[in-house]
């Protein structure tokens, strides 16, 4: 009966106290009320010498009637909370992912792009709350996902991501430029782009500057990170016969003044991504600079048990009421 139960007004537990007082009241009180009489022989009382001995058993379901009338005046009940969210301002977010062939580099494990894949899908399975689409660009760019609430299509969409779906080369105002179309039309309160590259523009028909200025123009912040080690990475730089990569060590060119420009420009940051765990610290920190705003609305339902206590208290008054005035009646 107090499974799952709390106390609405436990302060009456305090009169439990009263009870042990009770007791020792009724002790004193029964030995005053047993005279002794002194006889030289038993013979000849034929009563029943067990009843006298069971007369406690009243003053016991009194004692135990009081006990649960005590906690049925605490309120035991049941709660059930139920809540709800609503999103009161969503986050719309498309993420520009560079495909060149660079991104094949293993100074990330187990390359840069598996790497990006695997920490920007964590980062999506932290935006429950927001619409999130996927832009890929190498020489040219494309929308692979436009921005939806639908977390699995993004992230099947991102498995799918492999290079070779484009020309070769880092077209970053393309991949910004597409990033802000798909941003443009948006009724969100906040839009951002997250725009990753490894590499300088080297492609492309729009400019990163005039890219930027739009993404201004559309009030879009957009965060930079440039993917790569300082200095040398192991990267392809050839094909084989049986058109397998062959790899050498290139060094690593990124152009961080552009990306810092892009980002100061439009109230982003950028960020530089050396390894693995820089890189998941990064996204990590883009998760917390922006805050989905939600509220909660919870809901209490309230179940009263003080009932079968009453009942309960109820039956074994009752029942000490009837054994006093029969089984018990001569011995009282």
């Known amino acids: 009966m107090l499974e799952n139960i709390e106390f609405a007004n436990p302060q009456f537990f305090w009169l439990l106290l009263l009870l042990p007082l009770a007791l020792i009241w009724y002790i004193f009180k029964s030995k005053e009320e047993n005279a002794s009489l002194k006889i030289p022989s038993l013979e000849g009382f034929t009563a029943n010498d067990l009843l006298p001995k069971l007369k406690p058993v009243l003053f016991a379901f009194r004692l135990l009637a009081l006990t649960f009338i005590i906690v049925a005046m605490a309120r035991p009940q049941t709660e059930d909370i139920s809540t709800r969210t609503k999103t009161t301002k969503g986050i719309d977010i498309v993420m520009a992912i560079d495909v060149s062939s660079s991104m094949l580099a293993r100074d990330l494990k187990p390359n840069r792009l598996s790497a990006l894949k695997e920490v920007a899908a964590d980062f999506i399975r ?27 299509i993004v992230l099947n969409a991102l498995k799918e991501i492999t290079y070779g779906q484009l020309n070769d080369g880092t077209a970053i105002g393309m991949g910004l430029a597409t990033s802000v179309n798909r941003l443009k039309e948006s009724k969100s309160i906040s839009k951002v782009i997250i725009l990753l590259t490894d590499g300088v523009n080297n492609s492309g028909f729009i400019e990163p500057q005039t890219a930027a200025d739009l993404a201004v123009e559309f009030d879009i912040k957009t965060y930079t990170i440039g993917l790569g080690t300082n200095g040398n990475a192991l990267s392809p730089v050839a ?93 009282i």
Do not use: C
């Open 126 to 152: 932290q935006r429950p709350n927001d619409r999130i689409g996927l832009v890929v660009y190498a020489g040219e760019s494309y929308t692979k996902t436009p921005i939806t609430s639908d977390k699995s």
């Open 239 to 331: 094909y084989n016969d049986d058109g397998s990569y062959r790899y050498g060590m290139r060094q690593v060119e990124i152009d961080e003044e552009l990306l810092k420009a892009i980002a100061n420009a439009t109230g982003g940051q950028y960020f530089r991504a050396t390894d693995n765990e820089k890189l998941e610290e990064i996204y990590d920190e883009i998760n917390k600079l922006e805050k989905t705003e939600v509220e909660e609305f919870k809901y209490y339902k309230y179940e009263e048990k003080f009932r079968p206590w009453i009942l309960l208290a109820g039956a074994l008054l009752i029942m000490e009421w009837f054994l006093r005035n029969t089984v018990f009646r001569s011995f």
